[in-house]
Structures are given as C-alpha cells and as structure tokens.
C-alpha cells in the first residue's frame, strides 16, 4: 500500500505523505523534524534515540494517514 508508513522509513518520508503526521511525531517526543536526522535516520532509530515504542508510533501514523483526507 503507498500510503502504509514502515519502521525503515524516515521521518521526512512520512512527514511528505502527509503533514498532519508532525502532530504524532511531537506527542513521540520528536520535536526536531527539520534536522538532519530527519532525513537519513529511520523510525527506528528515532524511536531508540527518543526512548519511544516504534510499534505504537508506526500504528499511530498508519491509523491518521488511513483517516486522513
């Protein structure tokens, strides 16, 4: 599915499906989404580095963007 986010994608890459995501990044504790490390490091490491459950942050942004208009 295109619009499905993954734990190997980048911040930026879901940022660019839909802006409306930034919100469930910030509640993540990611607050610097223009960063370099927005750009080259994936969920994953995000979620390692902020101390966040990548499984709830890839659920979250897969169920916004399947409600998403």
Partial sequence: MENTVTKDMTI???LNMHRGTARI???FGMHCLG???ATG???AGACMAHGANVDELVHQLNEFLANAK
Wanted: overall charge negative; glycine content about 0%; some cysteine.
């Fill in 12 to 14: 930026i890459e879901v």
């Fill in 25 to 27: 990044f910030m509640e």
């Fill in 35 to 37: 960063c370099p490390h």
């Fill in 41 to 43: 490091e994936s969920l």
